[in-house]
C-alpha cells in the first residue's frame, strides 16, 4: 500500500491497491461489471473461460479476494457486512457469504435498470418507470416509493441518492445531447410526495450546522455542466428547524481547465466531519469546495482515467473510488496544512479561522490569540469567550484564561464575565478539568446540586478528584459518579463505603487493578453495620487468593465482640480446609466452644476441619461437656481413660463406634477400665464393644477380660454372639463352659448339636465331669464324634441303659450297629440285644449291624430278625446279602439262590463266594455283571471258555480293551476261546462286528486277518459282508501288504474309492491304480500316475488310450507344472478347457512363451468372455508388439481391465503400447507421466491439465525439473502449491536440486492465485530469508497476517535478519521476544519507537529492567522517555534501588518528578537526596510538602549538619513537622532564626518550651526578640513568670503591652463573673418568693468548695467547676484569680 503527500498541499492522496494485481482483468473494470457501495467492499463480475464468477475484494484485506461462481447480471455487496445482492434478469436474491444461505429473494414485474444499497438495510431499485425500495427485514417485497419524471426518459441511470433522514430522494442520470453528455436529476420529497426535475450531473446531501444554530440543517448540493459552463449550487431543503436561521442559498461557479472542455462532474461525496464538498469529474479532476461559504479550496487532477465509481472514506472522512486502470485511489483532507493553505496561499484567513474553529483543526492558533486578546482587552467579554471555546484543540481553554475572566470585575445587574464564558462553552460542549472545577464552585457554595447533576448527564464536566472532592461536600452520591468517571480509587471506595455500597468495593478494586486498605475498611464498616461487615469480609475471602489476612479480619470481629457474625464468616471463609489456616480453624472452635459449646458441636459434627490444634480443643471440649467430642481428639490414654468410663453420658452406638479409632492395646485398656470402674454400668456397652471388633482385639484377649472379672455373664453374651460364625475350637468350648455357668442347658444342646469347631474330646470331658442333671448335651457330642462306645460304657456303667435305649430308639437309630457292638463287649444277654434290635424302627445299616456281628461270630443272632424283615417283603439289599451269606455258609442250596433272587448285591456276595467257591463267584458276579470282578476271578481260576462266551454276549468295547491288552498275561488263552468257542457258537451280526471292532481298537492285525479270513473266506455267512470285505483290505494294507493285491483281484463287494485313498495313503500305488482301472476310474487313475506315480509318459500313454477330455485336462494340469508349457498348452487344447488360464497365463509368463499363451488365450476367448482373459490377451499383443491387432482389439467390444494393462506395459517400459491403452480410457494421469518417460514434456502438462490431479502435476513438475524444463514446471507448480500437504515436496525437489531462484519465481507467481494459502506465504518468506534477505521485510509487511509466523520466526532467527524477527514477534503477540530481540541486536532490530510501543505490552515485567540496563548502556539521553512509558507497571522502588547501585540517580530526575505523585519511599528519599546534592532548597521544601512519606527523621539529621543555613532551617522543619519540638527550636537558635523558634514553640502548645525559649532570649540580651515571643506565644505564657523574668532584667517597657492585654483579660473575666453572680442571686430571690410547693425532689449533691472573701474561692483553691492544672489554674481561662497577697510573703526568689 503506497502513501504520497504533495509537498504542502491541503489534501492526503493514497493508492489502496492495483485491481490488476488481484488477478481483475481491466476489461472487467468498468460501470457495468464493477460496483462499490462503501469503502468496505469492491465486487467485480468476470468471466474465465466459460465460467462466470464475482470477485469480492475486502479493502481491509486485499490479498485474499473472495471468488464465487455466479451467474449474474449485477451484484451489489452490503456496505458493512459481506451480503451480496445479485440480480439475474429479473430475479432478485440476497445472500449472505458468511453463512452461506440466501436471506432473500423476488421477481421484478419489470426490469431493474439500476439498484443500490441507500442504507445497511434497504436497497433502492430504479425501473424504467419507478424508484422501488427492498427492505431485508422480514419477508417484505420491494414497495413502490415515486414514479420517475419525464425527465429522466431514455437516460442512463447512474446514481440513486438519500438524505440521512431518508426524507428527500435523488435520482441522477445521462444522457447524450448535442454533442455533449447532459445530466439530469429528480429530487423527491417524502413528506411532500412531489418530485422536482433538476439539471445536474452529480449531486449529495449533507448535515451541515450553520453557525448560531442549534440543530443541524439538511443541505442539497448539486453541481451542472452545462453549455455556458459549470456551476455549484448548495440549497438546504425542507423547512428548517425550530429556532434555526435557514442557510443561505449558495451557488459558484466551477472552473474547467481549457483542455478539458468536454469535462463534467461524476460523483460528489461530503465530509461532516470537515464540511466539505469533494467533486470528482469525468477526467479526473477534483474540487474541493467549503459547505459554508462555497468557497472553492483546493482543485487538481488526481487520476489521468476516469474515476467512474465513488463512495465516502470514512476512516478518513474523504472520498474513495476506482479509475479504469483498477487503481483504489482515496483523497482526504490534509488537517496540518488544510488552514495554513487558506490561510497563505488563498489567503483568505477569515476562512481558514472558521474552519479551524468549526472541524478542530490547527494553523490558526495565532489568529485566534490576537483575537481573544483584542477582544477581551476592549471589554467585549462575551465575544471573547465565544472565541475562547470555539479555538481548535482547546488553546484558549486554559486556566489563564479562567484567571482572566475571574479578575474582570462584574457589572451590577449584569452576568459576570466568567459565568458568560463558563454559559458559551456549556452551549459548545463539555468543559475540561479546570473548567469544570472553577464552575462548580460558586454552584456548590449556592446550592444548587440540580445544576451539578443536570451537567453530569449531559456530560458538560468533565470528572477529576478535585471536582469530586467540592462535590462531596454536598452530595456523596453523586461524588461518588464522578471519581468514578475520573478514575480515582482511594475516593470511590471512600464513597461506597460511606454510602453503604459495600459489595461494590472489590469488584471496582479489581476492575480498577487498586489495592485498598481492606482491614481498615473492614474496621470502618464495622462500626456502621455489623451485618455489613460480615458480607463484606466474605466478599474479601471468596477470591481464589483472600484479599486480606483472615487473622486480621478475625482480629476485627473479636474487637467487637461479634461471636456469631465472626463464626458465619470463618465457616465461608475457612471451608477448603487448607493446613495453612489450621490456627483460624482452632480459633475457630475455641471461641465457640466458651461461648456456644452446641454451635461448636455442630461445626465438629460436619467434619469441616481437620488442621486445628486437637488436643487443645480436646481439652475444650471436656470442659464444655462435650465428651464425645472430646473423645474424638484426645489420642493420650490416659486421657481417653479418664473420659472413656462415663459411658452414661456417651451414646451406646457412637461409642462403639469410637473404639474403631484406637489401637488394640488402648481397645483392652478401656475395656478393663469400663469394667473395673462400674461393672454393672458398663459390661453391656463392654459386650458390644467386644462383639464388634473380637477380630482385631483378638477373641482371647477379650475372653481374658472377661474372665478375669469373672463375668460369665458377659461372656456368654459375648461369645454368644460370635460363636455361630467363629471356627475358634476354644471360643465355641469356652461358650459351653459359660452356658454352663449360666445355666443355660439349652443353649449347651445347640451348640453341641451344631457346632463342628469344638474339641470334642475335650467337651466330652468337661461334659462328663460337669454330671449334668441332663445327659442329652453328652450324648448328641457323642453321637457326633462318634464316641458311642464309649458313651454306651459310661452309660451301662452308670446304671443309665435307659439313656442307651432313648438313644438308639429316639435320638440316633443308626447308631444300633455301633450300641450292639459294645452292649457285647459288655456281655449284656441276647435277649436283651435281640429285644433292642427288634424294638428298633428307625433307620439303620444293616450292613454295619452285619458287620459287627460278624466280626464277634454272632451272625446266627441275626437270622430270626432277618428272616422277619424278608417275610416283611424288604427290598433292603443288605437283608438280602445277609441271608445269602449265611446260606453259602451253610450250604443250603446257595447256586439256586444266587440265581433266583435279584435283590441281593452281586459284587458283596461275590467277594464273599470268592474264597469259599469260584463258581458260586462267577455266578453272582455274571448275574450283576461285574466284569471287572468276574475277568479277575476268571483269570484267577482259568475259567476262560467262561470268560469268551460271556464277553462275545457282553458286547462291551471297553470291557474288550481291557482284557485284549498287552497286560494282560491271558490275552493268548483268551483269544484262543475265543475264536474256537464263542465266535462259532454266535450267529449274531452284532457280536461279530463288536469283537472286531475291539480286535481293531486293540490293534491285534495278525490275530484280525486270520479271525476275518475264517469268516469271509471260509463261504461262512459273512462271506460277501461289505463291511468285512473292506475290514480285511484295509487289515491286510497295515499288516500284510503282500495279501492286498489278492485281495483286491479275489473280492468284489467292498468300498473301491475309499479303500484306493487308502491305498494312496499307505503308498500302494499300483493297488490304487489297479483298484481305479478295475472300477474305470480313469481321472482318478491317471491322477495317482501323475501325482504318485509321477510317470507322465506313462500317463501320456494312458490319456491317449482313453481320450477323455477330463483325462487330458488333469495331464495338462501336471505337465505345466512340470514346466512343459508348450505340451501342457497342446493338452489344454485337445480338452478344450479354458478353466486353468489363470495358472496357465502366470506360467507362460513367467517362462516369456508368449507366442503360445496367444493361442491359449485366443482358445480360451472363443469359450469364455472373462475379464482376465482378455486383460491377459491384450498384454500378450503388447509383448509380442503386435500393436495393430492390440489397437484393433480395444476398439471393439471388450472386458478388458484396460487400466491394469496399460500399468504393466508402463513398468514394463512399454511406453507406446501404454500410451495407446491410456489414451483410449482417457486417463490422463497415466497418459501424462508415460509421454514424461518419452520425453514429450509438453504434451505430458496437456494430459495433466485434463487430468487434473495433484499428483499427475507433481510427477510432471518433477520430471520437467529434472529435464531443465522450468516455464513447464512453473506451469504445473502452480497447480500443485494451492495445496498445503504438497507444498514442501515441491519445495524440497527444487532446494535440492539448487534450483532457488525458479522456485521463488514460481511461489511469487503463485500469490495471486485464488487458492493461495498460508503455506505458500510463510514457504516464500523462509526462501527470502535464506536467499533473498533483502525482500523479505516488503513481503512481510503486505503479507504478515497470512504467514505462520512461528515457522518464519525460526527461519528469520537462523538467518540473523533481527529487525524482520522483532517485527514478527511484535504482529505474532510475543512482546517478550520482541524486546529481547531488540536488546541483543539494537543496530538492526532497535527503534525508539517501535520499542517503546512494545514494552508497553510485555507479560514478563523483568523486561523492563533489562529494557533500562540497555538504555543506560546504548541510549543514555532517552532513558527518562523510556522511563515515563514503563511508570505505569514499573516497580519504583526496585527502580530507584537499582539507579542508586549504578550511580545514575541525576540521569533519570525527570523521571523521578514525573512519579513522585504516587508518594513512593524510595522514589521521595532518591529524589530528596539529589535535591540535596544539588543544593537545590527549594525543591527540596517543596517536595516535602507535597509528599510526606519518607524517614523524616533521618533526612531531618542529615540536613541537621549541613553546611547550609537553609538546610538547617529544612532540619528544623522536619523536627517540628514529627512533634519534636524541642530539637527543632534548638536547631533554630544556633542559626539564629528567631523567628522559627518562636512560631515553633506556639506551634506546640507546649508552655515549659515557651518559656525556656523567653529565658533563653533574655540570658542572650535578644530583647526585641523577648517582646516578639510575648506576642507569639501569647496564650502559652503565664504572667507571673514574664512579670518576674522582666523585673529581674529591668525591661518592663518590653513585657508592659502583654501585662496590659493580661490584665486586660484579667478584667473581662471577673466582670462576666459578677454579671454571672448577680443573675444568679436573682434567680435565688425569685425562687424564694415564690409558694412552697411540696415536691419529691433529687437529693441535691453539694458541690461548691468553701469560699473566702469577695464571693472568690478560698485561697489556693480553683473554682470547683473547672479542671485542676499542675499550677492551679483552670484550662478554660489560662491564668487563674490570684490568692490575696497579703496572706502570704512575697518572696522573688
Not at 22 to 49: P, Q
Amino acid at each position: 500500500m503506497a502513501s504520497t503527500t504533495a509537498g504542502a498541499l491541503p489534501i492526503k492522496f493514497q493508492e489502496h491497491m492495483q485491481l490488476t494485481n488481484a488477478g481483475v482483468n481491466v476489461a472487467n473494470i468498468g460501470f457495468s461489471t464493477l460496483t462499490m457501495e462503501s469503502d468496505k467492499f469492491i465486487c467485480i463480475r468476470e468471466k474465465v473461460g466459460e465460467t462466470a464468477q464475482v470477485v469480492i475484494i475486502d479493502l481491509n484485506d486485499v490479498s485474499n479476494p473472495i471468488r464465487r461462481p455466479i451467474t449474474a447480471d449485477s451484484a451489489i455487496m452490503h456496505p458493512t457486512s459481506k451480503v451480496i445482492a445479485l440480480k439475474a434478469s429479473r430475479t432478485l436474491q440476497i445472500f449472505n457469504i458468511e453463512m452461506k444461505s440466501k436471506m432473500k429473494a423476488y421477481n421484478m414485474t419489470e426490469d431493474c435498470l439500476f439498484w443500490k444499497w441507500i442504507s445497511v438495510n434497504t436497497i433502492g431499485i430504479v425501473t424504467e418507470t419507478a424508484v422501488y425500495h427492498w427492505s431485508m427485514e422480514g419477508d417484505s417485497n420491494p414497495v413502490k416509493v415515486f414514479d420517475r419524471h419525464p425527465t429522466l426518459q431514455g437516460c442512463q441511470i447512474i446514481n440513486y441518492r438519500c438524505d440521512h433522514s431518508m426524507n428527500w430522494f435523488l435520482l441522477i442520470g445521462i444522457l447524450a445531447q448535442e454533442n455533449r453528455v447532459a445530466g439530469r436529476m429528480q429530487l423527491y420529497s417524502v413528506e411532500r410526495k412531489v418530485s422536482q426535475p433538476i439539471e445536474g450531473h452529480a449531486a449529495c446531501f449533507t448535515q451541515f450546522k450553520v453557525e448560531g444554530n442549534k440543530e443541524l440543517s439538511t443541505l442539497f448540493s448539486f453541481s451542472v455542466r452545462g453549455p455556458a459552463g459549470g456551476k455549484l449550487h448548495i440549497i438546504e431543503v425542507g423547512t428548517p428547524q425550530t429556532g434555526n436561521q435557514p442557510y443561505s442559498k449558495k451557488a459558484v461557479d466551477v472552473f474547467y481547465p481549457a483542455e478539458a472542455q468536454n469535462d463534467f462532474p461524476v460523483a460528489m461525496q461530503s465530509s461532516k466531519k470537515y464540511n466539505v464538498f469533494y467533486l470528482i469529474t469525468k477526467y479526473g479532476y477534483i474540487h474541493i469546495y467549503d459547505v459554508d461559504t462555497a468557497t472553492c479550496l483546493f482543485m487538481n487532477r488526481i487520476s489521468a482515467d476516469t474515476i467512474f465509481v465513488t463512495a465516502p472514506h470514512d476512516p478518513t472522512s474523504g472520498i474513495i473510488g476506482v479509475n479504469r486502470k483498477g487503481q483504489v485511489l482515496s483523497v482526504t483532507i490534509d488537517e496540518e496544512n488544510l488552514v495554513p493553505y487558506v490561510s497563505n496561499t488563498l489567503n483568505n484567513q477569515e476562512l481558514a479561522y472558521k474552519m479551524a474553529s468549526r472541524s478542530n483543526l490547527p494553523g490558526a492558533d495565532q489568529l485566534f490569540v490576537n483575537r481573544f486578546n483584542t477582544l477581551f482587552q476592549q471589554g467585549n467579554y462575551s465575544e471573547a469567550a465565544k472565541v475562547a471555546a470555539s479555538a481548535p484543540r482547546g488553546i484558549l481553554r486554559t486556566p489563564q484564561a479562567i484567571q482572566r475572566f475571574t479578575q474582570v470585575p462584574t457589572v451590577p445587574g449584569q452576568t459576570s464575565p466568567l459565568l458568560q464564558y463558563f454559559g458559551i462553552l456549556l452551549d459548545q460542549g463539555k468543559l475540561n478539568k479546570y473548567e469544570s472545577i472553577e464552575l462548580c464552585k460558586p454552584v456548590i457554595q449556592q446550592g444548587k446540586k440540580q445544576l451539578l447533576e443536570k451537567w453530569l448527564k449531559e456530560e458538560k464536566l468533565e470528572p477529576s478528584e478535585e471536582l469530586g472532592d467540592l462535590i462531596k461536600t454536598i452530595d456523596s452520591t453523586l461524588a461518588l459518579s464522578v471519581y468514578l468517571r475520573a478514575v480515582v480509587p482511594m475516593k470511590v471506595i471512600q464513597c461506597f463505603v460511606e454510602t453503604g455500597q459495600y459489595q461494590k468495593i472489590v469488584l471496582y478494586a479489581k476492575k480498577v487493578n487498586y489495592q485498598p486498605d481492606y482491614i481498615y475498611l473492614l474496621r470502618c464498616i464495622m462500626r456502621m453495620s455489623p451485618d455489613s461487615g460480615v458480607q463484606f469480609a466474605n466478599l474479601l475471602v471468596n477470591e481464589s487468593e483472600p484479599l486480606a489476612d483472615l487473622n486480621q479480619i478475625v482480629d476485627v470481629f473479636m474487637e467487637y465482640n461479634l461471636i456469631q457474625q465472626c463464626t458465619a464468616f470463618l465457616l465461608e471463609a475457612l471451608k477448603n480446609n487448607r493446613e495453612s489456616e489450621g490456627y483460624l480453624q482452632t480459633r475457630l472452635l475455641e471461641m465457640n466452644l466458651i461461648s456456644a459449646p452446641q454451635v461448636a458441636d455442630a461445626i465438629l459434627g460436619n467434619q469441616m476441619f481437620s488442621h486445628y490444634d486437637k488436643a487443645h480443643i480436646a481439652q475444650l471440649c471436656e470442659k464444655a461437656g462435650l465428651l464425645q467430642r472430646a473423645l474424638e481428639h484426645y489420642t493420650d490414654l490416659y486421657d481417653i481413660k479418664r473420659a472413656v468410663v462415663h459411658t452414661h453420658l456417651l451414646s451406646p452406638e457412637w461409642l462403639v463406634q469410637y473404639f474403631s479409632t484406637l489401637s488394640v492395646q488402648d481397645s483392652l485398656e478401656c475395656l478393663k477400665a469400663m469394667l473395673q470402674a462400674n461393672i454393672r454400668q458398663n459390661l453391656q456397652v463392654c459386650v458390644q464393644i467386644a462383639i464388634k471388633y473380637h477380630e482385631q482385639l483378638t477373641t482371647q484377649a477379650l475372653i481374658d477380660i472377661f474372665e478375669s472379672f469373672k463375668s460369665y455373664e458377659g461372656l456368654f453374651y459375648f461369645l454368644g454372639s460370635i460363636v455361630n460364625y467363629s471356627q475358634e475350637s476354644d471360643v465355641h468350648f469356652k461358650y459351653i463352659q459359660a452356658a454352663c455357668k449360666t445355666g443355660q442347658i439349652k443353649e449347651v444342646e445347640r451348640i453341641c448339636r451344631e457346632s463342628n469347631c469344638f474339641d470334642p474330646e475335650r467337651v466330652k470331658n468337661f461334659l462328663k465331669e460337669a454330671k449334668l442333671s441332663d445327659q442329652l448335651p453328652l450324648i448328641i457330642v457323642c453321637d457326633r464324634f462318634n464316641f458311642v462306645h464309649d458313651l454306651v460304657l459310661y452309660l451301662y456303667r452308670n446304671q443309665s441303659v435307659k439313656y442307651i435305649e432313648i438313644y438308639v430308639q429316639k435320638v440316633n437309630p443308626s447308631r444300633l450297629p455301633v450300641v450292639v457292638g459294645g452292649l457285647l463287649d459288655v456281655d449284656c444277654s441276647e435277649d436283651q440285644i435281640k429285644q433292642m434290635i427288634m424294638s428298633v424302627r428307625g433307620q439303620f445299616s444293616v450292613d454295619e449291624l452285619v458287620e459287627e456281628v460278624e466280626k464277634r461270630n454272632r451272625m446266627k443272632l441275626l437270622l430270626p430278625w432277618l428272616e422277619t424283615r424278608i417275610h416283611e417283603g424288604t427290598n433292603d439289599p443288605a437283608i438280602h446279602n445277609a441271608l445269602a451269606k449265611i446260606y453259602i455258609d451253610s450250604n443250603n442250596n446257595p447256586e439256586k439262590f444266587l440265581k433266583e433272587n435279584q435283590l441281593y448285591d452281586s459284587r458283596v456276595v461275590g467277594k464273599y463266594c470268592e474264597k469259599r467257591d469260584p463258581h458260586l463267584a462267577f455266578v453272582a458276579y455274571e448275574r450283576g455283571q461285574c466284569d471287572q470282578e468276574l475277568i479277575k476271578v476268571c483269570n484267577e481260576n482259568s475259567l476262560f471258555k467262561s470268560e469268551a462266551r460271556y464277553l462275545v454276549r457282553r458286547r462291551d468295547p471297553e470291557l474288550w480293551a481291557t482284557v485284549l491288552s498287552e497286560d494282560n498275561q491271558f490275552r493268548r488263552q483268551l483269544i484262543d476261546q475265543v475264536v474256537q468257542t464263542a465266535l462259532n457258537e454266535t450267529q449274531d451280526p452284532e457280536d461279530i462286528s463288536v469283537t472286531v471292532k475291539s480286535f481293531m481298537s486293540a490293534d491285534l492285525r495278525s490275530e484280525l486277518i486270520e479271525v476275518l479270513e475264517k469268516i469271509v473266506l471260509d463261504n461262512s455267512v459273512f462271506s460277501d459282508h461289505r463291511n468285512l470285505q473292506n475290514l480285511l483290505i484295509l487289515t491286510a494294507i497295515k499288516a500284510d501288504r503282500s495279501r492286498v493285491m489278492e485281495y483286491i483281484n479275489r473280492l468284489d463287494n467292498y468300498d473301491a474309492p475309499d479303500i484306493a485313498n487308502i491305498a494312496i495313503s499307505s503308498e500302494l500305488y499300483e493297488e490304487a491304480f489297479a483298484i481305479y482301472k478295475k472300477f474305470e476310474v480313469n481321472t482318478s487313475a491317471v491322477q495317482v500316475l501323475i501325482d504318485n506315480v509321477k510317470n507322465l509318459d506313462r500317463a501320456y500313454e494312458f490319456a491317449e488310450r482313453c481320450n477323455e477330455p477330463g483325462v487330458w485336462n488333469l495331464l495338462a494340469g501336471a505337465q505345466l507344472k512340470a514346466g512343459l508349457v508348450k505340451e501342457s498348452i497342446d493338452s489344454f487344447i485337445k480338452a478344450d478347457d479354458p478353466s486353468s488360464y489363470m495358472e496357465v497365463v502366470n506360467v507362460a509368463s513367467a517362462n516369456n512363451n508368449w507366442e503360445e499363451l496367444v493361442k491359449y488365450l485366443v482358445m480360451a476367448r472363443k469359450k469364455a468372455r472373462e475379464t482376465f482373459i482378455e486383460t491377459e490377451l491384450i498384454f500378450a499383443y503388447a509383448k509380442t508388439n503386435r500393436l495393430a491387432e492390440l489397437e484393433e482389439f480395444i476398439s471393439g467390444p471388450n472386458h478388458a481391465q484396460i487400466l491394469v494393462v496399460g500399468d504393466r506395459c508402463f513398468e514394463s517400459k512399454m511406453y507406446e503400447a501404454a500410451k495407446i491403452l491410456y489414451n483410449n480410457i482417457s486417463n490422463y494421469a497415466k497418459l501424462a507421466i508415460t509421454l514424461c518417460h518419452m520425453d514429450d514434456f509438453q504434451g505430458a502438462v496437456e494430459s495433466a491439465r485434463k487430468a487434473n490431479s495433484t499428483k499427475t502435476w507433481k510427477e510432471v513438475c518433477f520430471a520437467c525439473v529434472e529435464h531443465g524444463e522450468f516455464r513447464l514446471a512453473q506451469m504445473c507448480g502452480l497447480n500443485i502449491v494451492v495445496h498445503a500437504d504438497e507444498l514442501e515436496d515441491l519445495i524440497n525437489h527444487y532446494q535440492d536440486r539448487g534450483y532457488f531462484e525458479e522456485l521463488i519465481q514460481l511461489l511469487e507467481a503463485a500469490l495471486g492465485l485464488e487458492r493461495a494459502h498460508m503455506g505458500m506465504f510463510t514457504e516464500l518468506a523462509i526462501l527470502y530469508s535464506k536467499y533473498k534477505p533483502q525482500k523479505m521485510r516488503e513481503h512481510l509487511e503486505l503479507f504478515w497476517s497470512r504467514v505462520n509466523i512461528p515457522k518464519v520466526l525460526r527461519a528469520a532467527e537462523q538467518a540473523h535478519l533481527w529487525s524482520e524477527l522483532v517485527f514478527l514477534y511484535d504482529k505474532y503477540e510475543e512482546y517478550d521476544n520482541a524486546i529481547l530481540s531488540m536488546i541483543a541486536h539494537p543496530t538492526e532490530a532497535w527503534r525508539e519507537n517501535h520499542f517503546k510501543d512494545v514494552i508497553t505490552k510485555v507479560a514478563n515485567i523483568e523486561l523492563y529492567y533489562k529494557a533500562i540496563q540497555f538504555y543506560l548502556d546504548y541510549k543514555p539521553m532517552l532513558l527518562n522517555d523510556l522511563l515515563t512509558v514503563l511508570s505505569p507497571r514499573l516497580d519504583h522502588t526496585r527502580a530507584v534501588a537499582y539507579f542508586v547501585k549504578v550511580n545514575q540517580l541525576p540521569l533519570v530526575k525527570p523521571y523521578l518528578r514525573s512519579v513522585q505523585n504516587n508518594n513512593n519511599k524510595s522514589i521521595n528519599e532518591a529524589l530528596n537526596n539529589l535535591l540535596i546534592e544539588e543544593e537545590d532548597f527549594q525543591g527540596l521544601r517543596t517536595s516535602i510538602d507535597a509528599y510526606d512519606n519518607f524517614d523524616n527523621i533521618s533526612l531531618a539529621q542529615r540536613l541537621e549538619k549541613h553546611e547550609l543555613i537553609e538546610f538547617r532551617r529544612i532540619s528544623a522543619y522536619l523536627y517540628k513537622g514529627n512533634n519534636r519540638w524541642k530539637q527543632a527550636i534548638e536547631l533554630c537558635k544556633a542559626d539564629r532564626l528567631y523567628k522559627d523558634a518562636m512560631s515553633y514553640a506556639s506551634e506546640s502548645k507546649q508552655v515549659e518550651l515557651a518559656e525556656d525559649l523567653i529565658s533563653w532570649f533574655l540570658d542572650e540580651k535578644l530583647y526585641e526578640c523577648f517582646g516578639a515571643c510575648l506576642y507569639q506565644c501569647y496564650d502559652l505564657l503565664r504572667s507571673d513568670v514574664i512579670l518576674e523574668l522582666a523585673w529581674r532584667h529591668n525591661i518592663m517597657d518590653f513585657a508592659m503591652p502583654f501585662m496590659i492585654q493580661t490584665m486586660r483579660e484579667f478584667s473581662t473575666r471577673i466582670e462576666k463573673l459578677e454579671q454571672a453572680e448577680k443573675v444568679r442571686s436573682e434567680e435565688d430571690k425569685e425562687q424564694e418568693q415564690k409558694p412552697i410547693v411540696f415536691e419529691q425532689q433529687p437529693q441535691l449533691m453539694i458541690t461548691a468548695a468553701p469560699v473566702g472573701g469577695f464571693g472568690m474561692p478560698a485561697a489556693g483553691m480553683p473554682p470547683a467547676s473547672l479542671p485542676q492544672t499542675p499550677f492551679g489554674q483552670p484550662t478554660p481561662f489560662g491564668y487563674a484569680p490570684q490568692p490575696n497577697p497579703y496572706g502570704q510573703q512575697f518572696n522573688p526568689y
